[in-house]
């Protein structure tokens, strides 16, 4: 209630409340269908035993009305049951995402502990069942209430009185078959709650397992390519069959669970349809009431004992309705615990906001692991508008500095002031390739069209991609026919269309050769001349493209510190730096001698 909630009080509430009442009075309709049928069979049963042609045919006419309307009830109620399910879903889905994937969660939550492991199977499936399972558990519920109260009455009255020895003499007893139904009902549903127990210890396992394997499959999907060239095929086949043999165990315990249910139930099933004609027979054999009567009691029993053994018939669905839930509430509570957790306390955590100054700084800065070890130890330094930085030495705590600046890593304390002018852009190592058109790649996170073609052509040349121009607009998974090099110029040309002001390099030119690395950070200069660069890398010729470098040196036992150093180019720097002209990569092509497109062709 405290998650899911608010979707039936928030937001279009009385469109939603009205198709709650519609679904609730065509439930009611469908409780209607089964009291009809109760009433048609006893008036069938006594035609017969009357051998009566005319009111047979009677029956006939009024079962096909009894059919249509039945039909009609039930259609129309499937319609509204599955509009509310796909609609209650859906804001769930769309609430939970809002959060996973709000100012970095989906990658800050994955170093928090606790049983929130596979959020997009949580996201994806657990919802799934979450919502739909509620609306069938709560519509199964409602109407064997009403269903209950209905034949509970006409069972009563049908039961008549009976007289019953007791301590020398007789008693009436009213509506005999009743207390029956609730003693038979009462007992069968006591004994399926304690067979059944263990199934949502079972369920909620498979369920684990389940997602774990389906992980696991993704993984070798997404990683094809390193695995095929590392042989890789027997140790990944052995990872998955372990994890396989775990969803096998998984599913054996689920089955002997089911068993002992199933095992239970369907006796308690069959012994309901014979039972109350067994119970009531005496009386029809002596004569106190019409075959009619006695199969309309039957009848009567079984829709009673039905309602009143909803539990046994749901223990299961129940079971994976509560698992699911658990795993979608977990996932919730460790982004609520995430939120409470990063939130900016300059003692405990990292502070990160905008300024009014064109200045990035960082004031007394300390970086920790999620675990509270210290990985940066108070750091200060100012990098103005315009600089280019270079960021090296210890590669954990670079990397570490770089997430900090993005606000994904606010494990340590201090603050970060942000420039507050001008956007900002991040390119890491491994840029991210949506699954779409090129040109929808080189655009991205824009998502829409707002580059004009001719310039998204002309970039593409500009960075080396110019082979590329003509699949523009197919449809691929660029990640998986790209080769590293190719994936790090998209970065580049992501720069050069978005043109921020300020730029945080990762690594970003680590899978190209030294030539081509040179010739793509020249051009980012030439092409965004007042653009403040931050770089994190290790290659010694990244040097000449930045003024000032910050080392960070490991102290050997404890945290790293960072050296600053400012970079003066030699005469011979210089003089290499002037001979990069902008004109020559216009007229070559960057060079791609070790970036042949993975699955392309010789023309490629």
Not at 182 to 192: E, H, I, P, R, V
Not at 208 to 217: H, Q, V
């Amino acid at each position: 209630m405290r998650l899911a909630g608010p979707y039936w009080r928030d937001g279009s509430r009385w469109r939603v409340r009205g198709l709650l009442g519609l679904f609730a009075l065509f439930t009611v309709l469908q409780v209607v269908s089964p009291v009809l049928i109760n009433l048609w069979s006893a008036n069938l049963f006594n035609a017969l035993e009357q051998r009566s042609m005319d009111r047979f045919l009677v029956q006939i006419g009024a079962l096909i009305i009894i059919l249509v309307f039945a039909m009609t009830v039930t259609a129309i109620h499937l319609v509204i049951k599955r509009r509310i399910q796909v609609g209650w879903r859906d804001w769930l889905t769309r609430r939970l995402l809002d959060d996973w994937l709000a100012e970095g969660r989906h990658y800050q939550v994955t170093h928090i502990p606790g049983e929130h492991d596979n959020p997009d199977g949580r996201i994806a499936e657990d919802i799934r069942n979450a919502t739909e399972a509620a609306i069938d558990l709560a519509h199964s519920l409602v109407y064997c209430v009403l269903l209950l109260v209905s034949f509970t009455q006409i069972l009563w009255t049908l039961s008549g009185i009976i007289q019953v020895p007791f301590i020398g003499g007789d008693i009436d007893v009213p509506g005999h078959m009743v207390f029956v139904s609730l003693l038979y009902a009462t007992a069968g549903t006591t004994a399926a709650v304690l067979i059944g127990r263990p199934l949502v210890t079972s369920v909620n396992l498979r369920q684990t397992k389940e997602a774990n394997f389906r992980f696991g499959l993704v993984r070798v999907r997404e990683n094809s390519e390193s695995i095929a060239l590392l042989a890789g095929e027997p140790e990944e086949q052995r990872r998955l069959a372990e994890i396989f043999k775990g969803v096998v165990q998984a599913f054996d315990a689920q089955t002997n669970a089911l068993a002992r249910v199933f095992l239970f139930s369907s006796g308690y099933a069959v012994l309901a349809t014979g039972f109350p004609i067994l119970i009531t027979a005496p009386r029809y054999i002596a004569g106190a009431i019409t075959l009619g009567a006695l199969m309309q009691i039957a009848q009567a029993f079984q829709q009673m004992t039905s309602a009143l053994s909803w539990p046994v018939d749901n223990l299961s669905k129940a079971a994976e309705w509560k698992a699911s839930v658990e795993r979608v509430l977990a996932l919730h509570n460790a982004i609520e615990t995430l939120k409470a957790d990063v939130a900016c306390v300059p003692d405990s955590r990292i502070c990160v906001g905008r300024t009014g100054q064109p200045v990035l700084a960082f004031r007394d800065l300390t970086i920790a692991n999620a675990d509270g070890t210290v990985v940066v130890s108070r750091f200060a330094a100012e990098i103005q508008r315009g600089e280019r930085v270079l960021i090296s030495g210890d590669s954990g705590g670079a990397l570490k500095l770089f997430k900090v600046v993005a606000g994904l890593w606010p494990w340590g304390r201090g603050h970060i002031e942000l420039p507050g002018d001008g956007a900002i852009s991040f390119v890491p190592e491994r840029p991210y390739l949506p699954i779409g058109s090129l040109r929808g790649t080189l655009r991205y996170p824009s998502d829409r069209d707002v580059f004009p073609e001719a310039m998204v052509l002309k970039t593409m040349e500009k960075v080396g991609l110019g082979h590329l121009t003509r699949r523009l607009l197919d449809q691929a998974n660029w990640e998986q026919l790209l080769t590293l090099g190719e994936q790090q110029r998209i970065g580049f040309a992501r720069l050069l269309l978005h043109r921020p002001d300020w730029i945080f390099l990762d690594e970003a030119t680590d899978c190209l050769d030294e030539a081509a690395e040179q010739e793509l950070m020249a051009l980012l200069i030439a092409e965004l001349p007042d653009a403040t660069i931050l770089t994190v890398g290790y290659n010694q010729g990244l040097e000449q493209f930045h003024q000032r470098k910050l080392m960070l040196e490991a102290s050997g036992h404890g945290p790293a510190f960072i050296r600053e150093t400012s970079l003066v180019s030699p005469p011979e720097r210089r003089r290499k730096m002037s001979a990069l002209d902008l004109r020559h990569w216009l007229i070559h092509p960057l060079r791609r001698a070790s970036e042949k497109p993975r699955n392309g062709s010789q023309e490629e």
